[in-house]
């Protein structure tokens, strides 16, 4: 069996090479190696090494017999916290990202009888099962996130044949998840990626040069760069993986309809491109890296879901898809009235000091009568100027600069976006008054989570008492609630095993 260098197998990860000479590696070497590369903190090493646990179990039990005699894969998908650049990243903005400890893992193997099978290891939510079909699949039978891994099987398939790679192969697969759904951590988009890495890992494409070459060429298209050294195929990737989500073209690539929302890149580039205690600073259309920072030894996140559900159902889509038609809806505006050619928000007041910016949109749009439009520039100039300053502070390892300026970004997503769901802001406001730096609610909104910045080693006392307040003001949703650290982890992972 062939073993990977970490680098290539980990990408996500710290480059920690496996010595050439040494024998191949057993499968606890490599789940050891795995998690080692994923995260420092001991504790959330050994969940997930439960949860690695639990999907192997159940996959040998569902589908031992067929997979004795194929290649197996386990695959690690996290979650993320946006720190700062709320609704930034589809208008060419700067986001700041924490890849987050919570995970999809799935163990996978390729299917010979024409079917494939993914299965929740929570029986609850059920199993997906559909059929390639030669390229167009067909959907037997749905579960929760089965529209995810259709849509995935869809437009693998089609861009596949496209390219002169054939098809995906059908799969089976046992999967288990502790991302909170609808908890604002990307849930939704680790569930894609996920879809995506069982397909691209069972046929092995993913360390084969005409699949590599393929995505990295039209990643070219797109406008890839990767001028600070990020690895071109990863960050083309990572680009990729977000057009099956917006539904766009990815250079030669057709999109599709997608699922549905309006948004960017961000997710995606985190959970690709995450490393352990470091956070990503990124500027996006398209994707670059700007700049990796170190962990703070002096703060840590805390992340608290509220229970309240920030799920991008049919009927919730169009809240969400609201802030991007606004946002695209002030660049034709600010188009016609500046006579330029910006296709993004990014692209307007370039000469005017970044501090003036959003005051001096806001009065353009006000001027046409748009107050909605106003309201979304000035959000964006705003936190566009935040995120740049609290870069600069973490930077200086000002964390009481940074936690002022995290809940600056909090009180502009509350007053210009309206996504800031009652139950959230509480949690931010309580947050301040139990001891945090700063705090403010993330994700996509209405509904979701909010983070603290809070000084390291007080991490327990601190959710312990978040913990009793949220509780004794919103008793029915504490029962789905949960506080967590968040130290800052890597990106996804395969690897072949042995059961």
Known sequence: M??????????????????????????????????????????????????????????????????????????????????????????????????????????????????????????????????????????????????????VAERLSRNLMESGLGVPPD??????????????????????????????????????????????????????????????????????????ENGLDFGDLSGDGGVGTFGGSEDHTAIVLGRREETIFCRYCPTRVLKRLPAQPGHTVITAYSGKKSEKTK??????????????????????????????????YPDTPAGRRAGRAYEDLMNTGNAEAAGRVFQFYSEEYVVERAVERLEDNDVSAFGELVSESHALSRD?????????????????KIGAFGATGFGGGFGGSCYAVVEKGTERNFIKEWKRTYARK????????????????????WSEIDL
């Open 315 to 348: 009927e919730s889509m169009p809240l969400y898809n609201r802030l991007s038609l606004n946002a695209a809806e002030a660049v034709a505006r600010l188009r016609e009235m500046r006579e330029e050619d910006g296709r993004y928000l990014r692209d307007f």
């Open 171 to 244: 799969v089976k697969a046992v999967f288990y998840g502790d991302i909170p759904i609808g908890g604002g951590t990307s849930g939704s988009s680790a569930k894609v990626i996920c879809d995506f890495l069982i397909f691209t890992a069972v046929g092995d494409m993913l360390s084969l040069d005409p699949f590599r070459s393929i995505i990295i060429q039209n990643g070219i298209k797109a406008g890839l760069d990767s001028g600070d050294g990020t690895d071109a195929f990863l960050l083309a990737l990572s680009m990729y993986i977000a057009h099956y």
């Open 2 to 151: 062939t073993f990977y260098h970490a680098w290539e197998l980990f990408p996500g990860g710290n480059r920690l090479p496996f010595p050439e000479d040494m024998k191949q590696p057993k499968i606890h070497d490599r789940i050891d190696l795995m998690l080692h590369n994923y995260c420092s903190d001991e504790e959330i090493v050994e969940s997930r090494r439960k949860n690695i646990r639990l999907v192997m179990n159940l996959f040998k039990s569902r589908f031992g017999r067929p997979a004795a005699k194929e290649r197996v894969w386990l695959v690690s998908v996290p979650n993320r916290v946006e720190l700062l650049g709320k609704h930034t990243d589809y208008q060419g903005g700067r986001t700041l990202l924490l890849t987050g400890p919570k995970n999809f893992f799935a163990v996978c193997c390729a299917a010979r009888d024409g079917l494939t099978e993914i299965v929740n290891a929570d029986p609850e939510l059920g199993e997906t099962v559909l059929r390639i079909n030669g390229g167009r699949p067909v959907m037997d039978k749905e579960g929760a996130g089965s529209h995810y891994t259709f849509r």
């Open 416 to 432: 210009y976006l309206k996504n800031i769901a009652p139950p959230v802001d509480w949690l931010q406001k309580t947050a301040l």
């Open 474 to 493: 919103y008793p029915d949703l504490t029962r789905y609630a949960c506080f967590d650290p968040y130290p800052a982890c890597g990106g996804c992972a």
